[in-house]
C-alpha cells in the first residue's frame, strides 16, 4: 500500500481504553462530519485494544469481536464508517496476546490479515507485546507486512512496536507506512515534551510511505481521557499540535470528538496548520536552541513552497524568542527579505532582512508561513 500523505484520524485509546463500543464508534465517526473533521482532511475511525473476545473461535481459529461491546460485528460498522465517506481502522498485535491481554496475531497473520480485509479494514495498527522471546520482532512485523500486500484489500499498516530495537533503521523494508518510535503518551507537558524531542534527530527516517508516528494526539482531552488525570492548557495543546504539524507526523486525535471545546475544534482544523502536516516534501524541521536556555526552541521547515517557521517556548516563563535567517543560509548579501504570516491570526507581522523576534507567552508557541520576496 503506497501512501503519500501522513493519515489523518481519530483512535479509540487514549480517551477510552477498553471502555469502547459500536455506538460510541459510530456517534464519533458521525462527528467526523458534524464537527468539520473529514471536511478538514481526517479520514480513519481507529478500534485500539480490547475489541475482541477473550479467545479465538475454537472452530475456525479466527478473531472474534465482542459481542457486547460489538453486537453486529466489525463488518457492520466498517460498513457505518464508509457510508460516512470515511476508513476503517482497527488494532492487532505481533504476539500471542494484545498488550491490553486480548488475543494476538502471533503465527496467525495471513488467516487474520485476510479476517480484517473481509471485514472491510483500511488501516491496521499493529502493537509489539507478548512476542515469544525466541522469536525477532523484525520478522514478526515482515509477516504482518506480506500477510497485508497479499489479503486482497488496501490496508494501511500502523506499526506500533514503541520505537524498541531502533525501528526506525529497518521498518520501511516490512512494508509499513508509519511506525509508533515512542512509548504512550500521557496527557500532560512533560510526556508530549519529551516525546516530540526524543524524536528531534530521527525524522530523517520519515518520509512519503512511511511516517514516524509520535502517538496519539492528548489535544482536547483537557485530564477527562483515560491516559492520565493531569490535562494540559489550550496553549500547550497549541504547542503539541504544531510540533506533529512541523514533523510531518500522523494526525490522530485522541479526545471525545464528540464533545470538543470550541478551542480544540478550531485547533485541529486549522487549515494552514494542517497544510504544514500534509505537504508533500515531508521534510523534516530543523532545530534550534537557545544557547543557554534549552527550553527556549524553534525550527524552521522547508514547505514544498516557502517555509514555516515556530518559536516554541517550553520554560515556565514567558520569553522572547529570536531566529537569526543566516542560520538557514538567508544571508543579507542575497538581497532577500521574509515576509512572515501569523498561521494563527492569519496577520502578517511585516518583512525583515536578517533576523525576526517575537515574544511567546511560556509552555506556547508561535507560528508563521514564512516566504522569501525580494
Ligand atoms: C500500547 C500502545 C497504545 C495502545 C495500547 C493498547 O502498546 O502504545 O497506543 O494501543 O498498547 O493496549
Known amino acids: 500500500m503506497i501512501i503519500k500523505k501522513p493519515p489523518m484520524g481519530w483512535n479509540t485509546w487514549n480517551t477510552f481504553m477498553g471502555s469502547i463500543n459500536e455506538q460510541m464508534v459510530k456517534e464519533s465517526a458521525d462527528a467526523f462530519i458534524s464537527e468539520g473533521l473529514r471536511d478538514a482532511g481526517y479520514q480513519y475511525v481507529v478500534v485500539d485494544d480490547c475489541w475482541s473476545e477473550q479467545n479465538r473461535d475454537p472452530v475456525?481459529?479466527?478473531?472474534?469481536?465482542?459481542?457486547?461491546?460489538?453486537?453486529?460485528?466489525?463488518?457492520?460498522?466498517?460498513?457505518?464508517?464508509?457510508?460516512?465517506?470515511?476508513?476503517?481502522?482497527?488494532?492487532?498485535?505481533?504476539?500471542?496476546?494484545?498488550?491490553?491481554?486480548?488475543?494476538?496475531?502471533?503465527?496467525?497473520?495471513?488467516?487474520?490479515?485476510?479476517?480484517?480485509?473481509?471485514?472491510?479494514?483500511?488501516?491496521?495498527?499493529?502493537?509489539?507485546?507478548?512476542?515469544?522471546?525466541?522469536?525477532?520482532?523484525?520478522?514478526?512485523?515482515?509477516?504482518?507486512?506480506?500477510?497485508?500486500?497479499?489479503c486482497g484489500r488496501d490496508i494501511v499498516y500502523a506499526v506500533c512496536n514503541g520505537g524498541e530495537a531502533d525501528v526506525w533503521t529497518w521498518i520501511r523494508s516490512t512494508g509499513a507506512n508509519m511506525f509508533r518510535s515512542t512509548y504512550d503518551i500521557m496527557d500532560n507537558f512533560r510526556s508530549y515534551y519529551d516525546i516530540a524531542m526524543s524524536q528531534k534527530d530521527k525524522f530523517c527516517f520519515s518520509a512519503p510511505n512511511c511516517y514516524n508516528d509520535i502517538d496519539m494526539l492528548t489535544v482536547g482531552i483537557y485530564g477527562n481521557g483515560k491516559i492520565g488525570k493531569l490535562g494540559c492548557t489550550d496553549s500547550e495543546y497549541r504547542q503539541q499540535f504544531v510540533l506533529w504539524c512541523m514533523y510531518n507526523a500522523p494526525l490522530m486525535l485522541g479526545c471525545d470528538i464528540r464533545s470538543m471545546s470550541a478551542a480544540t475544534k478550531a485547533l485541529v482544523t486549522n487549515r494552514d496548520l494542517i497544510a504544514i502536516d500534509q505537504d508533500d516534501a515531508a521534510r523534516p524541521p530543523i532545530w534550534f536552541k537557545?544557547?543557554?536556555?534549552?527550553?527556549?526552541?524553534?525550527?524552521?521547515?522547508?514547505?514544498?513552497?516557502?517555509?514555516?517557521?515556530?518559536l516554541y517556548n517550553f520554560s515556565d516563563s514567558d520569553s522572547k524568542i529570536q531566529f537569526l535567517f543566516d542560520s538557514v543560509g538567508i544571508t543579507v548579501a542575497s538581497g532577500l527579505k521574509a515576509r512572515l504570516t501569523d498561521i494563527f491570526t492569519g496577520e502578517c507581522v511585516g518583512e525583515f532582512r536578517d533576523c525576526f523576534a517575537a515574544d511567546v507567552p511560556r509552555h506556547d508557541v508561535k507560528l508563521y508561513r514564512f516566504e522569501l520576496v525580494k
Open 60 to 150: 475456525t481459529d479466527r478473531l472474534v469481536p465482542n459481542h457486547e461491546k460489538f453486537p453486529n460485528g466489525m463488518k457492520a460498522l466498517s460498513d457505518y464508517v464508509h457510508s460516512l465517506g470515511l476508513k476503517f481502522g482497527m488494532y492487532s498485535c505481533i504476539g500471542v496476546r494484545t498488550c491490553a491481554g486480548y488475543p494476538g496475531s502471533f503465527d496467525r497473520e495471513f488467516l487474520d490479515a485476510e479476517t480484517f480485509a473481509s471485514w472491510g479494514v483500511d488501516y491496521l495498527k499493529y502493537d509489539g507485546c507478548y512476542f515469544p522471546e525466541t522469536t525477532d520482532q523484525e520478522n514478526m512485523y515482515h509477516r504482518m507486512g506480506v500477510a497485508l500486500e497479499n
Open 290 to 310: 537557545h544557547r543557554w536556555n534549552e527550553d527556549l526552541r524553534w525550527a524552521f521547515k522547508h514547505l514544498s513552497k516557502g517555509y514555516a517557521l515556530a
